[in-house]
């Protein structure tokens, strides 16, 4: 079993940023964060390969948040730079359930999920 418990999640202007933390109480072989916008699905937003920090971002947030873990704490970061109203959700730490060969944005590939920040980004 993983738990994993997400913080720093808030209100903010757009063009403001965020640092959203995930303290998982231990490391799978890729981390990821999700979202879920009001009336939309949820999305992937970036992931990570624990063993050797490899990233992955969706299109719509590249060069603009960032993923990074701290494997001796435990913990995995989102930092949120140049938030756009679009970005408002309900944001997801998720850690996999089986190995990953390279950071995947695949859901169904997280077994392990928390309970989730509300971001939002008001104009």
């Known amino acids: 079993q993983v738990q994993l418990v997400e913080s720093g999640g808030g209100s903010v202007q757009a063009g403001e940023s965020l640092r959203l933390s995930c303290a998982a109480s231990?490391?799978?072989?890729?981390m990821g964060w999700f979202r879920q916008g009001p009336g939309k699905e949820r999305e992937a937003v970036a992931a990570?390969?624990?063993?050797?920090?490899?990233?992955k971002n969706v299109d719509s947030v590249k060069g603009r948040f960032i993923i990074s873990q701290d494997k001796g704490k435990n913990m995995l970061y989102l930092q949120m730079n140049s938030l756009k109203p679009e970005d408002t959700a309900m944001y997801y730490c998720?850690?996999?359930?089986?190995?990953?060969?390279?950071?995947?944005?695949?859901?169904?590939?997280?077994?392990?999920w928390g309970q989730g920040t509300q971001v939002t980004v008001s104009s």
């Open positions: 231990r490391f799978t072989h890729c």
């Open positions: 998720a850690a996999s359930g089986a190995f990953c060969s390279a950071p995947t944005l695949a859901s169904y590939q997280y077994k392990y």
């Open positions: 990570i390969k624990t063993i050797g920090g490899n990233t």
